[in-house]
């Protein structure tokens, strides 16, 4: 007998599913969770999801998650094998696991839609529910918003740079995972992406599909036209990989399968994913033109970042598209965000930390963005209850435990806020070098009062801040 039968789990791939998000945490937030239970600390409270310091190459971040975070709220329900597995840990009481088998989230949530470029200090989302319903939901809550923020935040720089051009999404075989390969796929839609090759998050997610062949079916047949001949037959208004031996005679086999099936050639493009991919594509341009091949366009991969897009257009390549694999889908210069899940409420009053480099904001808030003349000039952070300058972002988008749209919003109702917000972002902001002067978010008056009000109740006169 295995392992896995001796434990009674399930045999094929493992995912997440909806019965485990219960579990989908640390330790120590049951042990908590039980520490609240016996000391009958249930009542309101709220957590507030900010980023503390935005990554050196980042101007502005883009919130992304918010709908896979909700579905995970909706879903939390300790079933009879989740509670049989806490069952067998020596840290838990009986009557605690009768507790939690009518455990729901009941909270509010209050977010800045999915799309909206944010700053470091503002919330990204606030939960608002008895406190240890706020404290268990901090794991999942974390890493749905993480993961896809950071690839929407990775994606719109990618999308900035291609300055107009088609982006394909070709990151999914080196992500880590499969959660994330789906996740971020619908994250880069979002800020901007135009396809994915990955077909299960075109069926969940609808985000549209994109593809073209790999180096193993033209190596599998005897030379590189017969492949050539074979695939567009199937798929005639395909786009052809042609750098499996020698870039330049894949571009002129296209010209000799064009002069082969003359009217009936609809070819799209040939795609160009090794070498100096510049002076290939200028090279390769001249060839289809020469041939009157002018429609045929030429679509570049093979390492690319944001940087490189940029470089290649600068210096006048004739690219019509990209697709953007590892470098994005991991985001490799910045993978990970100073992220936090802090109580800044309970009970009515204001709680914060005081730790070196990890102070607070107390108190729920709200962001207020003010656009003139269609163009950022300011973000005052203020208290959820005060009417600020411009505009509120964070909305209520969970009531009682469920989501004020049942269905959430859809991508491209989230693409358009991408591509308007970040067109009212000043120029320097939409740089892909570090802005200056950096942008910075103002604290309202009344949450500067409320920041001195509670470090004097926590930590006397002494320690208020400035």
Known sequence: MSVDDALDLPTGPRFVAAGDVSLFTDLYELTMLQAYWRQGMLGPAVFSLFVRRLPEKRNFLLA???????????????????????????????????????????????????????????PILEVVAPLPEAQLVETVVMNQIHLQTVAASKAVRVTLAAAGRTVVDFGMRRMH???????????????????????????VYHVPLAGTLAHSYIQAHDDELAA??????????????????????????VVRLARELGHAFRIRGVRLDSGDLGALAVQARRVLD?????????????????????????????????GVGTSM????????LDIAYKLVEYEGRGRMKLSTGKRLLPGAKQVFRVIEKGELVKDVLGLWTERGPGEPLL??????????????????????????????????LRSLAPASPPFTVELSEALRRERAATERRIAGPAAVSP
């Open 395 to 428: 909305q209520v988008v969970m009531r009682d435990g469920k989501r004020v749209s049942e269905h959430g919003e859809t991508t491209d109702l989230c693409r358009s806020r991408v591509a308007r917000e970040v067109a009212a972002l000043p120029a320097r």
């Open 177 to 203: 995972g499969v959660d994330a390969a789906l996740k971020t796929a619908r994250a880069f839609h979002i800020a901007g992406l135009d396809a994915t090759s990955n077909v299960l998050a075109a069926r």
């Open 329 to 336: 889908g991991v985001s490799a210069d910045a993978p990970s």
């Open 290 to 322: 020469d041939a009157g091949l002018q429609q045929v366009m030429i679509f570049a991969s093979g390492g690319l970042d944001e940087h490189e897009i940029a470089r290649l257009i600068e210096r006048g390549a004739p690219i019509d598209a990209f």
């Open 64 to 122: 992304a998650g918010l709908d896979d975070a909700l579905a995970c709220l909706e879903a939390i329900r300790f079933e009879d094998d989740t509670l049989a597995f806490l069952a067998g840990r020596p840290e838990f009481e009986s009557a605690f696991l009768d507790w939690l088998a009518r455990f729901r989230f009941t909270g509010e949530v209050r977010a800045l839609p999915e799309g909206t470029p944010f700053f470091a200090d503002e």
């Open 228 to 253: 050539f001949r074979a695939f567009s037959a199937l798929y005639p208004e395909t786009i052809l990989l042609v750098d499996t031996y020698d870039t330049l005679s894949g571009v002129r086999n």
